[in-house]
């Protein structure tokens, strides 16, 4: 079941939802070695993936319009919110005979799928 | 499986990206290039630091800020660093008066570069040198004018077949070392497939560099001051002798001119054997220093000598090392 997050005070109903967090090494393979020396380098910021459902153009185009700026993402586990990176945002539409999530749309309000790429700050 | 994190004390920087650090033998400056988000450096400022892994670092560089770039595009600031030998390449010795020049008699070779490398305000210096060689004599004198302070002393130290560099301290040294093993020289570091992190392995042997006549001119007045020595060598053809002529003022007598001819036929009538090899990151390897290295598939084996140290420290490959060496 979806959950209702906000992106920006946006609504999205998230159904997907993935965290990447990377520690980054070099890879050095001596000649003859039967084993890898791995040289730590640095761990980048976690990276998020929020997946899910946008109803309506104009919440569509609020959340693209975050892209490249730190907004705020409250979420089902972050009731207070936090600071995000609004780093990729990828839209495709859901062509649906009606919708009938949010109410406060009518039926007949475009759907779209959004993908968000997310690193908090 | 090994993981080392890499570990650094450089001053005064944020988000370090790069550092490359070129040391050789051939080099009179090491040179330093650092790159980062940001930094409160500014020209002129000393610098030194140490590189290595957080189970331990070593000192690499000693210098000044000799450059600061930024890049919009990037938003890196590079920072390039040379070591105290800048101040002697920077300094340009132009006399007061055309015919009172700077000027020494009867000085010993490391006497007189000493006395050189302070007019560049260079005092920390050291000489181990084997031979007491004498300059200015015969009534003459060692002139110097509208030279650097570097060329000046890279003539006496190559008319000797010496080297002249700074140590990773910013102390100047002068020694006798060739770049190969004249005897009595011990290995530092013993690098082989089976033991040691060799990533890189290339090597070459050519004749390009030997010379086996070498002609000395000194000064004409009042004697015509001239020296030759020369060797056969197994590597060229039989009586073929390729010649290298050393030509100064700085020359004033025979002696002299013979120890020159001498010294530089040693250093240069011989097979050049050069090797390339990349190794994990080690502070500790350092230009003039031997190693033992043996990896028989480019027929490496024995005591080579480190021409040059090529140290790579960056946020994607680590911390490795490219070196040079010579016999």
């Given at each position: 079941m979806a959950s209702i997050w906000s992106l920006d005070g946006n609504d999205i109903y998230v159904d997907k939802f993935a965290e990447n967090a990377l520690a980054q090494f070099a890879e050095l393979n001596p000649i003859d070695s039967t084993d890898s020396i791995f040289h730590f380098l640095f761990e980048p910021t976690d990276t998020f993936q929020a997946s899910g459902t946008v109803i309506g153009e104009s919440v569509k185009d609020a959340i693209i319009a975050t892209k490249g700026s730190t907004v705020t993402l409250i979420s089902d586990l972050s009731p207070g919110g936090f600071s995000v990176l609004v780093v990729d945002v990828a839209v495709n539409r859901i062509l649906v005979f009606a919708q009938t999530v949010d109410t406060s749309f009518p039926e007949d309000a475009p759907v779209y799928r959004i993908d968000a790429t997310l690193r908090p700050q | 499986m090994t993981v080392r994190t890499l570990a650094h004390t450089i001053p005064s920087i944020t988000g370090l990206i790069r550092v490359s650090v070129n040391e050789a033998y051939s080099n009179q400056v090491s040179q330093a290039i650092i790159s980062v988000r940001d930094t409160t450096l500014s020209l002129g400022d000393a610098i030194t630091f140490e590189l290595g892994f957080t189970t331990g670092t070593s000192k690499v560089f000693t210098g000044f800020v000799r450059e600061i770039g930024k890049d919009l595009v990037t938003g890196i600031t590079t920072i390039v660093c040379e070591d105290v030998m800048s101040k002697a390449v920077d300094f340009f010795i132009a006399s007061d008066q055309p015919d009172n020049p700077f000027s020494r008699s009867d000085i010993k070779t490391e006497d007189l570069v000493e006395d050189l490398l302070a007019l560049a305000s260079i005092t920390s210096f050291s000489a181990t040198v084997p031979l007491e060689v004498i300059w200015g004599t015969n009534g003459s004198v060692a002139e110097f004018n509208l030279v650097t302070v570097a060329n000046a002393v890279r003539q006496l130290s190559d008319a000797l077949a010496w080297t002249v560099y700074a140590d990773r301290s910013g102390t100047v040294i002068l020694e006798d070392r060739p770049p190969f093993d004249d005897g009595g020289n011990s290995a530092s570091f013993t690098w082989s497939l089976a033991t040691s992190n060799i990533l890189a392995n290339t090597r070459s042997e050519s004749t390009d560099n030997l010379r086996n006549r070498i002609v000395v001119y000194g000064v004409s007045v009042p004697e015509v001051v001239t020296a030759t020595a020369q060797a056969v060598s197994p590597f060229l053809p039989p009586g073929f002798f390729k010649a290298a002529v050393l030509a100064s003022?700085?020359?004033?007598?025979n002696v002299l001119a013979q120890q020159v001819a001498d010294l530089n036929l040693t250093l240069f009538n011989r097979l050049t054997e050069s090797a390339a090899i990349t190794i994990e990151g080690d502070p500790d390897v350092t230009p003039r220093l031997f190693a033992d290295v043996t990896v028989p598939f480019t027929g490496m084996s024995g005591l080579w000598f480190i021409f040059s140290v090529e140290h790579t420290f960056d946020n994607s490959s680590g911390y490795t090392q490219s070196i040079t060496l010579t016999r």
């Open positions: - | 003022p700085l020359f004033t007598d």
